[in-house]
């Protein structure tokens, strides 16, 4: 499974896959920073892993769910960042790494494949979501991942029919917000205690809505339709609707 469905300057975009990337996802999902801000608890063991990557693909009743592994590409950027040099056979981005490998992942990450840093896609329709592990954050890699996204997104001829992303996060993860706010999406609704924190045993966070209108300049003529109930949720005005 070599295919990329987008790439940037340092990452790459593939379709999540259980048989590639089960191990790196479950070092995020296993991982109490990582679900921080996430409704559901982090994951025991590799199986449990298993089933939230299962749940994250499409189905006929869903043919929106779907996510891309965020992949961390070898360049001599990345490479300095991970190794301090640039000698390409100290490249190891799971150095320091423990835990639960299968030999068929092992025997991946020795033929040279790329390490799975994060996720992003689509959790609800229209709605994208993701995260990232705690070892990558701060370096730039969640905005370069979403705008990479959003313009895949976009380009889609199954996605033409929209004109608006919705996204949300918890206004305590500042940083989130600020990937969001520098790839375009204005603020809409703020809900107060609207969601439950799994890693917190469940205590009540608020939550800010925030949406991004289709550029014009990504050739799709899409007329501006009435708002749906969910987009009204969200809070999204200032839009001329059809009636």
């Not at 929209?162 to 809900?191: C, I, M, T, W």
């Not at 899409?222 to 009204?232: A, G, P």
């Amino acid at each position: 499974m070599a295919a990329y469905a987008a790439t940037s300057p340092r990452l790459h975009l593939q379709t999540l896959s259980e048989d590639v990337h089960l191990y790196d996802l479950h070092t995020i999902e296993s991982n109490p920073q990582s679900m921080l801000w996430s409704t559901k608890k982090v994951t025991t063991d590799i199986e449990q892993t298993r089933a939230v990557l299962r749940n994250s693909l499409p189905t006929e009743e869903q043919p929106w769910n779907e996510r891309w592994a965020i992949l961390l590409r070898c360049t001599p950027e990345t490479l300095y960042d991970q190794t301090g040099g640039n000698d390409m056979a100290a490249w190891n981005p799971w150095k320091g790494e423990t835990g639960y490998v299968s030999q068929e992942e092992m025997e991946q990450r020795k033929a040279g494949k790329l390490r799975l840093l994060g996720v992003i896609g689509i959790v609800r329709e229209q709605e994208i979501g993701y995260k990232i592990h705690p070892k990558f954050w701060g370096k730039g890699y969640m905005s370069e991942a979403l705008r990479m996204f959003i313009e895949m997104w976009w380009g889609m001829e199954v996605n033409k029919k929209y004109d608006r992303l919705l996204a949300a996060a918890d206004p305590e993860n500042k940083a989130s917000l600020r990937v969001l706010e520098k790839s375009g999406f204005q603020k809409g609704e703020y809900r107060k205690a609207f969601y439950e924190r799994g890693v917190l045993g469940g205590k009540k966070s608020d939550l800010q809505c925030v949406y991004l209108l289709r550029p014009a300049t990504s050739g799709v003529q899409v007329s501006l339709r009435k708002m749906s109930s969910k987009e009204i949720r969200f809070g999204v005005e200032g839009i001329q609707t059809e009636e």
